[in-house]
């Protein structure tokens, strides 16, 4: 066994723990321990390539649907192979890049392994044994596989694998109904694979505030098949065919998707070794400044995180990267209005809290609420799916969450996501700023307006 001893820091983790690296670590020696494909889930089976998929998809969807326009197209012709090799051949090269980039460095190695503590700021990442001053987990999360019978015995793919399958699925099995059933499901639906959703729930989405998630399950129910409050009793797999058993019924298919959610890799690391605690949920444990129970040990990052979000694991790089280098002046993260969105058709974006969340807990509330109908540019789009729904606090008027559902749902939200930072009232944000007609904003300004008046 290689002994690499007494550096500066090490990196379990080459996605937004790779960022930590800022000028001011320049004379740090430095040991970054992946055992995957550098960059992260993010960069390679994550966010970047999955909406690169989604855009195809939506251009068809939109050409469908143009036909109430008094617009008509020729049914597509898909290339499936040219549209995975179009975000792979992007995504590759910025993956290889980055890694021989920080190969290159003086007093940085990279070390490509599975990485696990054996001490307190003591690893073995491979054949190599390191100790550190300080140690930043940022290892991440990975697909869960529920345990159905046979499952395990199956050629399934995760969120990890299918993007870069060959040729398109005839008929797509994906079970779950969350964002990556969603988003995956609108690819596919949309490129011409008969998709099948298969969920213990009653509604897809179920994270989002109700009414979101119910309008979302009616509209996705338009473009693939549904198969709610049902859970697999077992799945086989004879002669290149999927069978997926159900209480009532099998489906049969030449794809699986696994998409039932993605559990932290903290206990993969054997954390509790370093004196690390973590979470019932196994997510581990760190104060608001990202120092975990272990002196000197940090984590970012879906590893700690469940809301598990690219953009919040880089605001939590941020304030560990400042930290590492400041210890007498700590920075702290700021998780009070965190927005997240769902790219498949119809989009969603969300922030804040929802309507079920404020009647659990007591707290007094108002709703506003417009369809997209109720505005100019929903006119012009047709659109009898999308409405922006927004919550406020009866006597101060802070919003307290916001809900929008359609075209553009992810940058729409935005504009209720600053005002929640920085804590301008609803009657403020409505009242006292010109918005621009006809634009698709005016759905918020007009739920603001409803939720006030």
Request: with cysteine; net charge negative.
């Amino acid at each position: 066994m290689c002994a690499v001893a007494d550096v500066d820091l090490v990196i379990v983790g080459s996605g937004s723990g790779n960022s930590i690296l800022t000028p001011d670590l320049d004379d740090w020696t430095v040991v970054i321990a992946e055992r995957g494909t550098f960059g992260g889930t993010c960069l390679n089976a994550g966010c970047i390539p999955s909406k690169m998929l989604v855009l195809p998809a939506d251009r068809v969807v939109e050409a469908a649907e143009s036909a109430r326009l008094g617009v008509t197209f020729d049914a597509p012709t898909v290339d499936w192979p040219a549209i995975r090799d179009r975000l792979f051949a992007r995504i590759d090269p910025i993956s290889a890049g980055g890694l021989e980039y920080r190969k290159g460095l003086d007093r940085v190695r990279v070390i490509e392994g599975e990485a696990r503590f054996v001490g307190e700021r003591r690893l073995r990442i491979g054949d190599d044994e390191v100790s550190a001053e300080q140690v930043v987990i940022a290892a991440g999360a990975r697909p869960y596989v529920p345990p159905v019978p046979g499952l395990a015995d199956v050629p399934f793919h995760t969120s990890d694998t299918i993007m870069r399958i060959d040729t398109l699925p005839e008929h797509l099995v994906i079970l779950g109904g969350g964002y990556i059933a969603a988003e995956l499901g609108h690819v596919f639906a949309a490129l011409g694979s008969r998709v099948s959703i298969v969920h213990r729930g009653d509604r897809l989405l179920r994270h989002e505030d109700d009414d979101v998630s119910a309008r979302f399950t009616e509209a996705f129910g338009r473009h693939a098949f549904l198969h709610l409050n049902a859970d697999p009793e077992r799945i086989a797999y004879t002669g290149g065919e999927f069978t997926v058993t159900l209480d009532d019924h099998e489906l049969q298919a030449d794809a699986l998707l696994v998409a039932t959610g993605r559990i932290p890799n903290g206990d993969q690391l054997d954390v509790e070794l370093a004196g690390v605690a973590r979470s019932p949920a196994g997510y581990v444990l760190t104060d608001d400044e990202l120092r975990t129970s272990a002196p000197g040990v940090w984590a970012i990052g879906d590893v700690r995180n469940p809301l598990q979000l690219k953009h919040l694991a880089n605001h939590e790089a941020e304030v560990v990267a400042h930290n590492l280098v400041h210890p007498e002046s700590l920075r702290s993260i700021d998780e009070r209005v965190v927005p997240h969105a769902v790219f498949s058709h119809p989009q969603v974006g969300s922030v804040g809290r929802r309507e079920v969340e404020l009647r659990a807990a007591g707290v007094p509330y108002r709703v506003g609420r417009r369809d997209y109908g109720g505005v100019a540019y929903g006119w012009a789009l047709e659109d009898e799916v999308g409405f922006a729904k927004v919550l406020i606090d009866p006597d101060t008027r802070q919003i307290l969450g916001g809900h929008v559902i359609g075209a553009q749902a992810a940058t729409l939200v935005q504009q209720l996501v600053q005002a929640m930072q920085f804590e301008i009232p609803a009657d403020r944000l409505a009242r006292e700023q010109i918005w621009c007609h006809p634009a698709l904003s005016e759905v918020v300004e007009n739920a603001l307006l409803d939720a006030l008046d």
